[in-house]
DNA sequence: ATCTCCCGCCATATG
DNA sequence: CATATGGCGGGAGAT
């Protein structure tokens, strides 16, 4: 039976904990953005506190995001209430939930900022950490281990963690792809499932034929090493585990919602292939089971972090549980975006000192693996060759405006998407940039970006993929910008067969851009320009979405039913959209095919035979304090000229904070604009100038429409102002749940009109992620539902309804047959 | 009964 | 050797 002493004691910690921890919230030791209470609302303690109370907030995390879905209002309330009323009693329900990891990591998580500034670093003492949230280390231990995995944290020393934030998440992301796609783990997929219900009885463990093939080969050489005790990375000369296993299971976890298309992995699939990456052989039910475990702790911690969202997908088999990806997208590998962008969070591993190139590599391949004794010094010679390069390149006059664009493009961007900035700040930054002056800004952004193009390759300005869409790419043409401005160098390692890439600056990226034009040019951009159009999940995402919470039974049918959800509108801040947008961000596959070509040469992180991914980022300069500093420095020094005053001004931010920001976003930068036209608002502006102009085959001014729709995708500039994109979009007054029908559809048919919907219906509407896209359906003329199309099908075609529908129990989801999956159908509701 | 997944033993790694 | 890490699986709460 229970022990009643330990309820107490629960129960106390419960209570101590509240209060403790709201204040932490608030006011962080680090003000940062972060806290989860987006708005700071004098409510905003309340909630804190109450969802720390509450035992069923775990799962509403990402109702943060959403932020103000009136159900969500509701919920607080509701908890709030009961929580006042029952104030000391709470005590009731030590239960479980409230020890849940889940619970826990989120009390971790609101201890430090999203996107720390790289200035001030803040380390994390394990000791005080299991003192204030009152928990056994072994639990934190299993936080920190799937941080770490997504470099979120880094290990200094023995009860020492270095805070990074979600600062390096999209170059983690974009590694994990990546890795992802070479361990073809789509296929190993496909394999499991054809097989599951090819052969009912598929539970004992013949699988290896096709298996071993798929596993077997390609990475799996590096991969296999995975588990091994291999070397690890180690920050500084601290730490050399061996085993990371649940490190690794995190990234590989990670890596399957990446790949996959509509990036929903069940439990039950991922827990097989991730016992078939180590051991092709046996397939143990016990085994089974802990890796399942396993796997639900790792759930827990990313979904904390609202990378991915807990559903179900039914098949003919049953329901099985499963998680759907929800965090940002991720560029689609081109190897410029990979570079940078940390260049503050630069592995530091050793506390401050660090110095050259070679001790970086060092670092990163500690001496005592054997196997990394070999690449060790490769890479040092690579490094330095590149270096000099680098060098060379540099003294060349470049100009400086392109980099200033490009971060004055980033900037918007991340804080558009990045939730990193503060509401505050990014609001004041909308403010400003909202005002006339900023078109001025954007002009110049666009042109340089064109500049940057033409510069960067001939071949992508002019004309892009022919096999691409060319409409598409038109628009686009901003992208190629953005390579230049980013390129990762690829060192070949001829011995081991694996390739490391490095991350340059951007000032030495761009240098390098020049130097090797080759690697860069790639057409990526309009590739995924077509991506995006093409995939999108947002439906998915958007349905799920919703929910979250617990007690979504109630709440459903309500929303479901009718679109009002967001009665309070209240405090939505453009800043949340943004970063609904952004997490909402469909996933654009389509890259895919250039994969092929480019695999050999795009390497956005070394892959060690651990099988733990680290990017290689840092090293890219000798000190990195220096570098860090020193390319800051010269790159803001550039762009301080262009466009200072109105970064200075827009931000509230110091210097030196907003210089070591754009830095590392600014490789990005460019890419992520491209990108974020999958995201739902992008569409819009995409397909007025650029969908026109593409038929034309010559765009009257890409650039400004990329400006544009960037502008309007991140909310500065009001949906009609700059572009009149569609006089639809403004008033649509369909809810949140557009931004999940948004979307195109394959990557041939782009439905303008509809895009444009879309896209308005996401700046007003909310996200609130209610869906009741059928009834904000009649509004427009044009629906919203032929977005969806990737994941359903509609039948009726682009005017149809969607196939969502609610179902009886007030669940939402979708009708059989009308999930897009390759294989089979499949029914994804939410829990 | 099944799904989740907390708890904490105990092997290892680190210092 | 004392601790810090973290693999692992029993078994119990949640559904």
């Known amino acids: 039976l229970k022990t009643p002493l330990k309820q107490a004691a629960t129960s106390q910690l419960v209570l101590t904990e509240r209060q403790p921890d709201c204040q932490p919230l608030t006011t962080p030791p680090k003000p940062k953005e972060t806290p989860p209470a987006d708005p700071w609302t004098p409510t905003s303690n309340l909630k804190m506190l109450i969802s720390a109370a509450s035992p069923e907030i775990r799962s509403r995390e990402q109702r943060r995001q959403l932020s103000d879905s009136s159900s969500e209002v509701l919920q607080t309330k509701h908890c709030l209430q009961e929580h006042l009323l029952g104030d000391e009693y709470e005590k009731s329900q030590p239960s479980r939930k409230e020890k849940s990891l889940g619970l826990l990591c989120h009390k971790f998580l609101a201890r430090y900022p999203d996107y720390p500034s790289p200035s001030q670093k803040s380390y994390i003492c394990l000791d005080e950490v299991t003192e204030e949230l009152h928990v056994e280390r072994r639990r934190i231990y299993d936080i920190v281990n799937v941080l770490e995995s997504l470099h979120m944290v880094s290990r200094l020393a023995r009860n020492r963690y270095v805070w990074h934030g979600r600062h390096n998440l999209p170059q983690t992301l974009q590694a994990l792809k990546k890795v992802g796609e070479e361990n073809k783990y789509i296929q190993q997929i496909q394999m499991i499932k054809k097989r599951e219900y090819e052969h009912e009885f598929d539970a004992d463990g013949e699988r290896n034929e096709e298996m071993a093939s798929s596993f077997g080969s390609s990475e799996q050489s590096e991969m296999s090493f995975v588990e091994l005790p291999g070397v690890e990375f180690r920050a500084a000369s601290v730490n050399g585990r061996k085993y990371k296993s649940l490190r690794v299971m995190s990234q590989k976890f990670v890596m399957l919602f990446l790949v996959s298309t509509p990036q929903i992995v069940s439990l039950e699939v991922a827990a097989k292939i991730l016992i078939g990456e180590d051991q092709l052989e046996d397939l143990d039910k016990s085994k089974f089971k802990t890796k399942i475990r396993r796997l639900y702790d790792i759930a827990n911690v990313l979904s904390s972090l609202k990378l991915i969202k807990k559903v179900h997908v039914t098949e003919e088999r049953g329901r099985k549980p499963a998680f759907k990806w929800t965090g940002p997208e991720v560029l689609p590998n081109t190897q410029d975006t990979k570079l940078e962008a940390t260049s503050t969070t630069c592995s530091p591993p050793t506390s401050e000192s660090i110095p050259s190139k070679e001790q970086c590599s060092k670092a990163l391949f500690p001496s005592k693996g054997k196997q990394n004794f070999t690449r060790h010094s490769s890479l040092i010679k690579l490094v330095k060759t590149i270096e000099n390069d680098r060098r060379k390149i540099q003294s060349a006059p470049t100009s400086p405006v392109k980099i200033s664009a490009s971060m004055y493009l980033f900037l918007i961007f991340l804080l558009e998407t990045s939730f ?142 009718a679109a009002e959800e967001r009665p309070d509108t209240k ?261």
């Open 420 to 561: 990193s900035l503060s509401q505050k700040k990014t609001k004041s930054c909308i403010k400003y940039l909202g005002l006339p002056s900023s078109h001025k800004t954007c002009r110049c952004v666009a042109e340089e970006m064109q500049m940057k193009c033409a510069l960067s390759s001939p071949e992508a300005v002019p004309k892009p993929e022919p096999s691409q869409q060319p409409g598409l790419s038109q628009p686009l043409g901003v992208c190629p910008a953005s390579h230049s401005s980013v390129s990762p160098v690829i060192l070949p390692h001829p011995p081991s067969g694996v390739s490391y890439a490095i991350y340059l600056h951007p000032s030495q990226a761009h240098t390098v851009t020049t130097y090797s034009p080759g690697f860069m040019l790639q057409p990526l951009p309009c590739a995924n320009v077509t991506g995006i159009k093409s995939n999108n999940s947002k439906v998915l995402n958007k349905i799920t979405t919703e929910e979250g919470d617990t007690q979504r039974g109630t709440e459903e049918p309500t929303k479901s039913l």
């Open 571 to 831: 405090s939505e801040t453009s800043s949340q959209r943004c970063l609904k947008r952004s997490q909402a961000l469909p996933e654009n596959n389509l890259i895919k095919r250039r994969k092929s070509d480019e695999e050999s040469l795009d390497t956005s992180s070394t892959f060690f035979p651990s099988g733990y991914l680290i990017p290689l980022t840092h090293c890219t300069h000798g000190n990195k304090a220096e570098c860090s500093s020193k390319e800051k420095a010269g790159v803001c020094s550039l762009q301080h000229t262009a466009y200072s005053s109105p970064i200075t001004g827009v931000i509230p931010m110091p210097a030196s904070e907003l210089k070591t920001v754009n830095i590392p976003a600014f490789h990005i930068t460019p890419l992520n604009i491209m990108l974020s036209p999958n995201s739902i608002a992008a569409a819009p502006v995409l397909s007025n100038s650029c969908l026109n102009s593409s038929s034309t085959s010559s765009a009257p001014n890409p650039s400004s429409s990329a400006l544009n729709f960037m502008l309007q995708h991140i909310g500065l500039i009001p949906a009609g102002v700059q572009v009149p994109a569609n006089p639809v979009l403004q008033h649509v007054p369909v809810s949140s749940q557009s931004e999940s029908i948004s979307h195109s559809s394959g990557s041939t048919n782009v439905q303008e009109g509809k895009v444009s919907k879309n896209i308005l219906q996401l700046d007003h509407g909310g996200l609130s992620g209610k869906y009741s896209a059928v009834p904000s359906a009649p509004k427009e003329p044009q629906e919203p539902q032929a977005v969806t199309e990737n994941f359903f099908r509609t039948p009726g075609g682009p005017n149809t309804e969607p196939s969502l529908s609610a179902n009886s129990d007030g669940t939402q989801r979708i009708s059989q047959g009308t999930l897009y999956i390759p294989q089979r159908k499949l029914e994804v509701s939410e829990d």
